[in-house]
Protein backbone atom coordinates (compact mmCIF):
# COMPACT_ATOMS: atom_id res chain seq x y z
CA UNK A 1 0.00 0.00 0.00
CA UNK A 2 1.29 3.94 -1.48
CA UNK A 3 0.86 6.17 1.16
CA UNK A 4 -1.42 8.69 0.03
CA UNK A 5 -0.21 12.80 0.19
CA UNK A 6 -3.09 14.20 2.61
CA UNK A 7 -3.56 17.97 1.23
CA UNK A 8 -4.04 19.91 4.58
CA UNK A 9 -7.74 22.22 4.35
CA UNK A 10 -8.22 20.55 0.62
CA UNK A 11 -11.27 19.38 -0.87
CA UNK A 12 -12.27 17.90 -4.16
CA UNK A 13 -14.56 20.16 -5.90
CA UNK A 14 -17.79 18.45 -6.91
CA UNK A 15 -19.51 18.80 -10.29
CA UNK A 16 -22.16 21.04 -10.28
CA UNK A 17 -24.20 20.64 -13.25
CA UNK A 18 -27.59 21.61 -13.23
CA UNK A 19 -27.30 23.00 -9.42
CA UNK A 20 -29.50 26.29 -8.52
CA UNK A 21 -27.88 29.13 -7.67
CA UNK A 22 -29.19 28.84 -4.39
CA UNK A 23 -28.05 25.47 -4.17
CA UNK A 24 -24.76 27.01 -5.34
CA UNK A 25 -24.60 29.42 -2.15
CA UNK A 26 -25.69 27.07 0.34
CA UNK A 27 -22.83 24.77 -0.94
CA UNK A 28 -20.24 27.36 -1.18
CA UNK A 29 -20.97 28.51 2.60
CA UNK A 30 -21.28 24.99 4.05
CA UNK A 31 -17.55 24.44 2.31
CA UNK A 32 -15.99 27.84 2.87
CA UNK A 33 -15.49 28.41 -1.00
CA UNK A 34 -15.90 31.38 -2.41
CA UNK A 35 -17.89 31.35 -5.64
CA UNK A 36 -18.29 34.19 -8.84
CA UNK A 37 -21.50 33.17 -10.21
CA UNK A 38 -22.37 34.49 -14.13
CA UNK A 39 -25.92 34.42 -15.25
CA UNK A 40 -28.88 33.32 -13.78
CA UNK A 41 -30.93 29.63 -13.86
CA UNK A 42 -29.08 26.35 -13.12
CA UNK A 43 -25.03 25.69 -13.84
CA UNK A 44 -23.19 24.89 -17.00
CA UNK A 45 -20.14 25.66 -16.55
CA UNK A 46 -17.51 25.69 -13.69
CA UNK A 47 -14.27 26.15 -12.66
CA UNK A 48 -11.83 24.41 -11.38
CA UNK A 49 -13.64 21.25 -12.84
CA UNK A 50 -15.07 18.36 -11.24
CA UNK A 51 -12.49 16.30 -9.49
CA UNK A 52 -10.16 19.20 -9.30
CA UNK A 53 -8.73 20.02 -5.82
CA UNK A 54 -9.75 23.09 -3.94
CA UNK A 55 -9.14 24.80 -0.67
CA UNK A 56 -10.61 26.70 1.45
CA UNK A 57 -10.80 30.89 0.63
CA UNK A 58 -10.48 29.66 -3.11
CA UNK A 59 -12.58 31.41 -5.79
CA UNK A 60 -14.46 29.22 -8.52
CA UNK A 61 -16.35 30.48 -11.24
CA UNK A 62 -19.97 29.11 -11.97
CA UNK A 63 -21.89 30.01 -15.51
CA UNK A 64 -25.48 29.84 -14.96
CA UNK A 65 -28.21 29.92 -17.84
CA UNK A 66 -31.90 29.40 -17.38
CA UNK A 67 -32.65 26.44 -20.24
CA UNK A 68 -29.69 23.40 -19.27
Do not use: F, H
Amino acid sequence: VSPRKELVGAKIMPDLSGKSARDILKWSEQEGIKVKVNGSGYVTGQSPSPGDTIKEGMVCSIELKQNI
